[in-house]
């Protein structure tokens, strides 16, 4: 074991170093002093803190400030003592989740300025949509983009139809009813002869299978609808049926 | 050692934490989309009919006018909202319209600029249509100065267009 020679003063210091006897000694007591922290500490009473306290009185004068910090130590020992480890916890606990709740208002914005703001993904999709449209230069294109703004209606429907009014469902369907027919199925209608048939095919498959989708997802939707958003569902799942259908029969 | 009381503690803090980082994370509801929805409403309609008419346009040029028409409804709905809204509202319109402005009126101008013969009545039409999206923004800019609500993200991205519009109406060598 390595002593540390720096630790003993200066008048053994060089004996130990050459004195293999005492060395060991002085390696036994640092190697006692390491191990003492690892032995268990005895349970302690009340009467012993008691005792140990009127010990330090008696032995030498106190000030009083001093005293009374003495004595409340015993008593708050006693107190635990009294009422076991699982009280203390249990208070330790609360008090945390006390903080914790508190923790969690605090981190919540105040009620007045504090309602997220979100911004709508439908208009969002509609600008961007629109801006593709500005520069989308073949049928298959506009086909492409007219399809993902159907899809976004529906998408948009389906958040909405369990509590939107009247109004709001009629002009929900009255775009979706536009987007199909003077999107999806006038592109459809544009088509150059020289288009390749084989991307031709592919295409018209997918926009078909979308609209079929759309199709049975509003038809099933309608079924748990209110009754005020019921029509405008059961109005775009026949609208996209008759795409679907219209889709359908171009491809060879 | 008994680690009991450690460990309730220890539950219950996690427990606290948890709650505390799980929270403020929340996706708009039905009622806050349905809201979104009435709120731009009109808006959609509007942007429905321009797609409709950019779909049925036959040349680079109807597309360019058409492009100028949607960014004067976005421009409308910028000043609307400035007027009485968040100051998010107006920037997430104000970027919509940004992105208008530079995804669908500049691109256009630039191709019907390449296709149409600087001899030929389309170019004057052209020229104009330039002339008047720089005036677009020029009016925007004075509108928001007089409110002095112009974000300065939004001020930015007008001048830079305005920049590209002028260098666009530049007459080819």
Redesign the interface.
């Known amino acids: 074991m390595q002593v540390d020679l720096s630790r003993l003063p200066a008048e053994y210091r060089c004996h130990v170093h050459d004195c293999p006897a005492c060395r060991r000694v002085v390696e036994q007591l640092c190697r006692l002093e390491q191990l003492l922290p690892q032995l268990p500490v005895p349970p302690s009473t009340p009467q012993v803190k008691s005792t140990l306290i009127a010990r330090v009185i008696a032995e030498a004068p106190v000030p009083s400030s001093r005293l009374a910090a003495l004595r409340r130590l015993e008593t708050f020992e006693q107190w635990l003592a009294k009422t076991g ?2 009280f ?3 208070i ?3 008090l ?2 006390g ?3 508190w ?2 208002h605090s ?2 914005p105040p009620a007045t300025a504090s309602a ?5 993904s ?3 999709a ?10 989308a230069d073949t049928p298959a294109e ?1 086909l492409r983009i ?1 399809t993902e ?1 159907v899809r976004e209606l529906n998408a ?1 429907t389906a ?2 139809y ?3 009014p009247e109004a ?1 469902m009629r ?2 369907g ?2 979706f009813d ?2 199909v027919h ?2 999806i199925v ?2 459809t209608a544009q088509f150059p002869e020289q288009f390749p048939p084989q991307q031709r095919q592919q295409l018209l498959r997918e926009v078909a299978k979308q609209l079929r989708d759309i199709s049975e997802e509003s038809e099933r939707l309608s079924a748990q609808a209110p009754p005020q958003s019921r029509p405008v569902l059961l109005q775009m799942a026949t609208t996209a049926r008759i795409g679907c259908t219209h889709v359908e029969a171009l491809q060879p | 050692m ?1 680690l ?2 450690a460990v ?2 220890g ?3 996690l ?3 948890w ?2 980082a799980e ?2 994370q ?1 996706a ?1 509801t ?5 809201r ?6 009109q ?3 509007q ?2 009919n ?3 008419r ?3 346009s036959t040349s680079s040029l109807q ?2 006018e ?2 100028r028409a ?1 960014t004067m409804t ?1 421009a409308a709905a910028v000043q609307a909202a400035a007027r009485g809204d ?1 100051p ?2 107006v920037a ?1 319109l104000g970027d ?1 319209l940004g ?2 402005w530079t ?3 500049l ?2 101008l630039t ?1 019907a600029r390449q296709e149409i013969n600087p001899e030929s009545p389309e170019y004057r039409r052209l020229q104009h249509l330039q002339q008047q999206a720089i005036i677009d923004i020029d009016r925007i800019e004075e509108q928001f100065q007089q409110a002095d609500s112009l974000p300065p993200l939004i001020r930015q991205q007008l001048q830079r267009i305005r920049q590209q519009l002028q260098d666009q109406s530049e007459p080819p060598r």
Not at chain 1, 126 to 135: C, D, I, N, P, Y
Not at chain 2, 30 to 34: R, V
Not at chain 2, 36 to 41: I, K, V
Request: with cysteine; aromatic share 8%.
């Open positions: 480890w699982k203390s916890a249990g330790a606990a609360a945390l989740l903080f914790g709740v923790w969690f981190a919540q997220p703001y979100h911004r709508h439908l208009l969002h509609e600008v961007q949509h629109v801006s593709a449209l500005a520069t506009r007219w703004i948009e958040l909405v369990s509590i939107a709001e002009s929900l009255q775009m536009r987007a003077e999107g006038r592109q | 008994n009991r009381p309730v503690v539950v219950a803090w427990g606290s934490a709650c505390a929270a403020p929340t708009p039905a009622a806050e989309q349905l979104l929805f009435q709120t731009n409403r808006l959609l309609e942007l429905l321009h797609g409709v950019l779909s049925e597309r360019a058409e492009s949607a976005l968040t998010e509202r997430e919509h992105t208008i995804v669908a009126l691109p256009t191709q």
